[in-house]
């Protein structure tokens, strides 16, 4: 399948961003992740089919994932943006399984990645 990612911007700290990211095909797992300049591919948060959720603690509280199955669509609504949630923000998807929970933000669990959606958050 296909992911495409859309939302990004650049916002002021304590601001608002919306993700939104469009699939193709069968998806069981879906999860949003980011990179920074010169750090490794973090989980953000994951989404799978029966509807549980996984959020990193760096986001827990602000940060929400949603999937809406008629549009095929998964959803990252970011509140109270810091400048340390700057990163490109990638959407993921797992064709073939939900995984495990404890593997749910974990990069190799994950077999379609979209391109990215840049997020700056800056004063």
């Known amino acids: 399948g296909q992911l495409m990612e859309s939302g990004g911007g650049s916002v002021q700290p304590g601001g608002s961003l919306s993700l939104s990211c469009v699939a193709s095909?069968?998806?069981?797992?879906m999860g949003w992740f980011r990179q920074a300049p010169g750090k490794e591919r973090e989980g953000v948060a994951a989404l799978d089919s029966n509807g549980g959720t996984t959020y990193a603690d760096s986001v827990l509280g602000r940060f929400t994932i949603s999937r809406d199955k008629t549009k095929n669509t998964l959803y990252l609504q970011m509140n109270n943006l810091k400048p340390e949630d700057t990163a490109m923000y990638y959407c993921?998807?797992?064709?073939?399984?939900?995984?495990?929970?404890?593997?749910?933000?974990?990069?190799?669990?994950?077999?379609?990645w979209g391109q990215g959606t840049q997020v700056t958050v800056s004063s």
């Open positions: 993921a998807a797992n064709s073939q399984s939900n995984g495990l929970d404890f593997t749910r933000l974990w990069p190799q669990s994950y077999n379609n």
């Open positions: 095909g069968r998806i069981y797992l």
